[in-house]
T-cell receptor, first 110, second 115 residues
């Protein structure tokens, strides 16, 4: 069983739809990251959170530490949001390494 | 530089060849990470440096993989006697403060293809 599970693995949406991507983890963490990766491109950090909720533009990330669950929401989705969204947890050990989910491939159609 | 840079961006190697991948972190960043991302998968941790000290190399898949950061800035990931299963994107990331929860900044990656 992966330590970080994401769902869905693939998601197709119509422009304007509200999108939710979920992440569950099984290890003790100090922080959770949501990352965006475009095909052939590098990884960009969207959020880092250890509690509660953060908002940036049309993106909202929430985390429930007790339930070991986080969600990434995209409001009013746009084709330029099409990318792979990756959840990663910062392992609570000395290294600060990230443990990644396998990603959610989002395609937003016009 | 403005961000983390990696070179080369693409590398094709014949099986058995040695390769060296370079990472230039953001200036002044103490922490440096190497990750391996196989096609269709999320990245997986390889190794971690705090300045020049390699504090964690638990993710290196075999003794053919070696990483160094001799002066605490630029890092090199070396793979000896490459195998086809080494084909992946190798990502480097850096962050400023190892003692706090800080964002990791990722480079564009090096896509290694072993024929």
């Amino acid at each position: 069983k992966n330590e970080v599970e994401q769902s869905p693995q693939n998601l197709t949406a119509q422009e304007g739809e509200f999108i939710t991507i979920n992440c569950s983890y099984s290890v003790g963490i100090s922080a959770l990251h949501w990352l965006q990766q475009h095909p052939g491109g590098g990884i960009v950090s969207l959020f880092m959170l250890s509690s509660g909720k953060k908002k940036h533009g049309r993106l909202i990330a929430t985390i429930n530490i007790q339930e070991k669950h986080s969600s990434l929401h995209i409001t009013a989705s746009h084709p330029r949001d099409s990318a792979v969204y990756i959840c990663a947890v910062r392992w609570g050990g000395a290294t600060n390494k990230l443990i990644f989910g396998t990603g959610t491939l989002l395609a937003v159609q016009p | 530089g403005a961000g983390v840079s990696q070179s080369p961006r693409y590398k094709v190697a014949k099986r058995g060849q040695d390769v060296a991948l370079r990472c230039d972190p953001i200036s002044g960043h103490v922490s440096l990470f190497w990750y391996q991302q196989a096609l269709g998968q999320g990245p997986e941790f390889l190794t971690y440096f705090q300045n020049e000290a390699q504090l964690d190399k638990s993710g290196l898949p075999s003794d053919r993989f070696f990483a160094e950061r001799p002066e605490g800035s630029v890092s090199t990931l070396k793979i000896q006697r490459t195998q086809q299963e080494d084909s992946a994107v190798y990502l480097c990331a850096s962050s400023s403060d190892p003692l706090n929860d800080n964002e990791q900044f990722f480079g564009p990656g090096t896509r290694l293809t072993v024929l």
